[in-house]
């Protein structure tokens, strides 16, 4: 019989926070595939609501980057996202330090390209998108979450 840990893991509900980063990143995961499918005609039609917003943001330069579906991107980063947080969850990495500055080294610049597309999508479109709206609070509450992560790998004092 092994001794239970005397501190619970930093998270929430008993999970660390690499675990809630893997269910956000897996749900935006889908999401992001979803608008991609859409977007090459292989997922009928689009659930946006009233405006046409997704639309119009999905279909505007803004939906691309450098010649790249920004929901593709998004599908792929999530992705990623979500297998850094995974791997680093298991029980050998769980305290390292290595995992939560690759997680950093992803939403971080996810973020700022986030801003460009809220931009596009608020101020150059002047148009609203349910779905991006998600993913920009999604990533930005990744943002915080992988500060308290990389806060506490540092206070551990662990190793890459």
Same mark, same amino acid.
């Given at each position: 019989? &092994? ?79 979500? $297998? ?6 298991? %029980? ?9 500055? %690759?997680?950093? %080294? ?5 973020? $700022? ?27 930005? &509450? ?19």
């Amino acid at each position: 019989m &092994t001794d239970a840990p005397t501190e619970p893991r930093a998270g929430v509900l008993g999970l660390s926070y690499r675990q809630i980063v893997a269910i956000i990143a897996l749900i935006n995961a889908f999401v992001a595939t979803y608008l991609h499918l859409w977007k090459i005609g292989k997922a009928g039609t689009l659930a946006c609501g009233d405006g046409h917003g997704c639309a119009i943001a999905q279909m505007s330069s803004y939906g691309w980057f450098l010649g790249i579906d920004v929901a593709l991107i998004g599908a792929v980063g999530y992705t990623l996202i979500l $297998l850094t947080s995974v791997l680093g969850s298991a %029980a050998a990495r769980e305290d390292a330090r290595g995992p939560a500055l %690759a997680l950093a %080294a992803l939403v971080y610049p996810a973020i $700022l390209f986030t801003l460009r597309l809220k931009y596009g999508e608020f101020i150059v479109l002047r148009t609203f998108c349910p779905w991006c709206a998600i993913s920009a609070v999604s990533i930005t &509450t990744l943002g915080v979450i992988v500060a308290l992560e990389l806060r506490r790998t540092r206070r551990l004092g662990s190793p890459p």
